[in-house]
């Protein structure tokens, strides 16, 4: 397991939540420094996808969102470690936050990358892709935003393929391609890494935003 390492400074990249307490709307200008767009990872982990995505689209602004402060670390000093100025790690309630904080229409993209599929029956109320979080993530998108979802829980996707179906405001769009990847950084994220190493399956889903002016 890897540790945070104490003496690396990563407060460039690693937001303090106590600094912007309340329910006031985050202000991406600020947070990046202009007016770059913005793409939210909720769950980000040990950071792989920010860190890989944020290097291949310098021109985006990269905001993860993880619950566990000791990951957000983590993610954050892999941000730093690669030099990366356009990553940001907000640790604390994604739920909240889009629900709460986000401005609407503020976001290129949103990604959701294997959530805790939660598997006992009762906790299931506990997943963070919910329906709450669909109308989040609807309301969050600029229009034609996209939103790319991953699990390696077939009946997780059937549900998270359920909710999107019914709900107008978005289209179904192809699944952006893998590929077999040739080295660590090839994997989306930590978790598809260790998935498809397993030789477990993964399921994917992309959808796209569509403009109120489309929808009848
Ligand atoms: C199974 S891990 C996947 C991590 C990463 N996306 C990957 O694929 O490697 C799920 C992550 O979501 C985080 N998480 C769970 N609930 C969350 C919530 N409500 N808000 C933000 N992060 C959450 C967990 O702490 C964990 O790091």
């Known amino acids: 397991m890897t540790r945070p390492r104490a003496d690396l400074d990563v407060s460039s990249v690693l937001l303090d939540p106590a600094a912007r307490p309340g329910d006031d709307p985050l202000r991406w200008a600020e947070l990046f420094g202009d007016d770059r767009p913005v793409v939210v ?7 792989l996808f920010l860190a890989n995505a944020a290097a291949k689209r ?3 602004g990269f905001f993860g ?3 566990a402060r000791k990951y957000a670390r983590l993610a954050a000093e892999r941000a730093v470690k690669a030099g990366l100025t356009n990553v940001r790690l907000w640790p604390g309630d994604a739920g909240h936050l ?3 904080r986000v401005v609407a229409a503020s976001l290129r993209e949103v990604h959701v990358y294997f959530p805790d599929p939660w598997w006992k029956k009762r906790h299931k109320k506990r997943r963070v892709f919910n329906e709450t979080l669909v109308g989040s993530i609807a309301r969050a998108l600029e229009p034609e935003g996209e939103l790319h979802v991953a699990t390696d829980v077939e009946e997780y996707h059937g549900v998270i393929r359920e909710l999107m179906a019914v709900d107008i405001r978005f289209v179904e769009i192809d699944v952006p391609p893998l590929g077999e990847p040739e080295s660590d950084h090839d994997y989306l ?5 260790k998935y498809r190493i ?10 796209r935003r569509v ?3 489309l929808i009848a």
């Not at 397993?198 to 959808?207: A, D, F, M």
Request: no cysteine; net charge neutral; glycine share 14%.
């Open 41 to 47: 990872e909720i769950g980000s982990g040990k950071g």
């Open 58 to 60: 310098p021109g985006l």
């Open 65 to 67: 969102i993880e619950i």
């Open 98 to 100: 889009m629900a709460r």
């Open 189 to 193: 994220t930590n978790f598809e890494r």
């Open 198 to 207: 397993e030789g477990r399956p993964v399921h994917r889903s992309s959808y």
């Open 211 to 213: 403009a109120e002016t």
